[in-house]
C-alpha cells in the first residue's frame, strides 16, 4: 500500500507539472517537486521490494536486483535529489519574497 502511495503522489506531481506549461506558466517549482519525488519513491519502491525478496533480493538471477540500481541512479541523473531541493527552495523563497 505504502508504494502504491508514493507511486500515486509521484504521478499526480508530474501531472501538476505537465498542467503548469499546459496553462502557460513556469513549471520550475512543480517539475523540481515531481523529479524529487519520483526518484525518492523510486528508491524506497526498489528498496522495499528487495526486502521482501528477503536474500534473494540481491540475486542477479532476480529483476529485483536490477531495479534497485536502475532506481538509484534516478537520485543521480540530470541534477540530484538535492540540487532538486536547492531549487524548490529557491522557488518558495523567491515566492515569499514576493508577498
Given at each position: 500500500a505504502d508504494m502504491a502511495i508514493g507511486i500515486e503522489s509521484a504521478r499526480f506531481a508530474t501531472?501538476?507539472?505537465a498542467w503548469e506549461i499546459?496553462?502557460?506558466r513556469r513549471n520550475t517549482y512543480y517539475a523540481s517537486i515531481a523529479?524529487?519525488?519520483?526518484?525518492d519513491v523510486?528508491?524506497?519502491?526498489?528498496?522495499?521490494?528487495?526486502q521482501i525478496f528477503g536474500g534473494n533480493g540481491f540475486n542477479s538471477?532476480?529483476?529485483?536486483?536490477?531495479?534497485?540500481?536502475?532506481?538509484?541512479?534516478?537520485?543521480?541523473?540530470?541534477?540530484t535529489a538535492?540540487?532538486?531541493?536547492m531549487i524548490i527552495s529557491r522557488e518558495l523563497l523567491g515566492k515569499a519574497?514576493?508577498?
Open positions: 501531472l501538476r507539472s499546459d496553462q502557460g523529479k524529487a519525488l519520483a526518484a523510486a528508491n524506497k519502491c526498489a528498496t522495499d521490494a528487495v538471477q532476480y529483476p529485483v536486483e536490477k531495479l534497485m540500481r536502475d532506481a538509484k541512479i534516478y537520485q543521480i541523473y540530470e541534477g538535492q540540487i532538486q531541493r519574497k514576493g508577498m
